[in-house]
C-alpha cells in the first residue's frame, strides 16, 4: 500500500513563498514520476509541476518562473518550493505518484493541501 503525506499549505499574502512537501512511503516502484496538481473551486484539475525518478522536470504555463519542484536523495519525498504568489494561485494542491509496469499504471494521490493567497 502507497502512502502520500502532504504538508506546508497555509495562507499567504500576494507576493509570499511557500513551500509544500509530500512524502511518499510503502511500496513503490524505483522508475517513477511525482507530481502537484491544484484544484481550485469550479476549475479542473491542472497539472502544476511534476518530475520523474530521473530529475526530469515540467511545469504548468501558469507557474513557470515561480515554482520549483524538487525531490530528496531518496526519490520519496517531492518539494514545491512557491514564489511570487498570487491570488490565482488558491486552490488544493495535490500531490500525485505514479508509474507504469508490464501489469499497468499505477496512480497515488495524496489527500490534498489548501493554500490561499490574499491579495
Known amino acids: 500500500q502507497v502512502q502520500l503525506v502532504e504538508s506546508g499549505g497555509g495562507l499567504v499574502q500576494a507576493g509570499g513563498s511557500l513551500t509544500l512537501s509530500c512524502a511518499a512511503s510503502?511500496?513503490?516502484?524505483?522508475?517513477?514520476?511525482m507530481a502537484w496538481y491544484r484544484q481550485a473551486p469550479g476549475k479542473q484539475r491542472e497539472l502544476v509541476a511534476r518530475?520523474?525518478?530521473?530529475?526530469?522536470?515540467k511545469y504548468g504555463d501558469s507557474v513557470k518562473g515561480r515554482f520549483t519542484v524538487s525531490r530528496d536523495s531518496a526519490k520519496t519525498t517531492v518539494y514545491l518550493q512557491m514564489n511570487s504568489l498570487r491570488p490565482e494561485d488558491t486552490a488544493v494542491y495535490l500531490c500525485?505518484?505514479?508509474?507504469?509496469?508490464?501489469?499497468?499504471?499505477?496512480?497515488?494521490w495524496g489527500q490534498g493541501t489548501q493554500v490561499t493567497v490574499s491579495s
Open positions: 510503502g511500496s513503490i516502484f524505483a522508475i517513477n514520476t
Open positions: 500525485n505518484l505514479n508509474w507504469r509496469t508490464a501489469r499497468g499504471p499505477y496512480d497515488y
Open positions: 518530475i520523474t525518478s530521473g530529475s526530469m522536470t
